[in-house]
């Protein structure tokens, strides 16, 4: 809140007027979302933080990802060009996330792509899984003035960690971190703001106390715990249940967090009955240019067959994708008829389904209620991923 009150003043101080009236208009949005619950479909500004998908390559197979289960488009980076054309048809974004499917310190020209975002003004949230965190990196982050850096650890412990996010080291990335932690002490710097992101399952939910913990101990600010959005039944074993023992390790760590001074974000145990609201104040750009709700929404082919006794239900990338800045103008595509029906759907949904166990079942049998043919189950429900 004050970040952006603050980024709305610099923008009126040197001249960013168009962008700082955007951004009042959707703080004011916000705060009608917040007093009084209101959403409206069509949304009458425009989006003041985007994501962009720079890369679909990747080092690692975690367990958990998005893409063992998912035909990710061929392995290429984004180009400079389609990415600076990208930012052209956002015009009042003020933060944009280099988040995807892929690993973005994969992308040859990731010091190019902040270094463009810098001169637009434009503040960066990444995520990493910081294999590729070395020295000369963790400078240019530091010079660049990234200003959020996620870096994804899913456990306190190599077994854990290492089981989980295969083939990285836990050694080596937590070093990664140490080095970046310790480019930032030279310089004197307090960007990039860290933050160790955890997946939270049943397998890791316990060390997350220790996971804050060692965040204080190396010098990271933050720990973000997620919860893991499912798409299989595999997956959906992995779900942490709403148990007084889970609640006693949150409370652990809650603990530990205040004692360090390590900022903790959790999320609650049970379903929100409020929807994700990156619909409607933000948007998702692939390598490509398509506009998409959320990075992940869309991006599954599940085995719903399992689900609904052999009935095949295909969940399309097309079918989560409302057009592309590449070839229309996005003010149309922000407010097209099919964006605003999903944004209503979205609403009704939630209110459905408040009452709901978890269980990807419970959310099927709901999505079979509902008109589209694409998926609009876990990532709303427990706001992960964005
Ligand atoms: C898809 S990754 C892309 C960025 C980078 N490769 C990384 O690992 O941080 C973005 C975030 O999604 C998380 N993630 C992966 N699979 C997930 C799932 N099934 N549910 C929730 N989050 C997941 C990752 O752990 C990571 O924090
Ligand atoms: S979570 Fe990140 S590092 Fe792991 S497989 Fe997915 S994209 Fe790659």
Known sequence: MIAGIKQIMQDIGEGRLSRASNSLRAGMYRRAWKYFGFLPSSVPYQPTSIA????????LECAMCWRQFTPVSAPRDIELETFERILDSFPFVTTVGLIGLGEPLLHP????????????EIAIDSSTN?????????????ALKVDQLAISVDGATSNTFESIRTGAKFGQVIENVKILVNEKKKAKKTKPHITFTIVGMKQNVVELPDLVELAHQVGVEAVCFQHISSYSREIDKRHLDQSEETATILKKAIKISSKNGVELALRPLKPMPQPCLMPWFGSYITQDGDVRACPYLGCLTCPMEEWYEGIPIPINPEDATFGNVLKEDFVNIW???RYRRFRTELKRFMNEDKHKEWG???YCELRSKTPGNYCRICQWRFMTGC
């Open 335 to 337: 407010n097209c008829e």
């Open 130 to 142: 910081g294999t590729l965190l070395d020295e000369k990196m963790a400078q240019a982050l530091v």
């Open 109 to 120: 020209n990731f010091l190019e792509i902040m270094k463009i975002l810098k001169s637009r």
């Open 360 to 362: 990807v079942e419970n």
């Open 52 to 59: 962009i998908g720079i890369t679909t390559r990747c080092n």
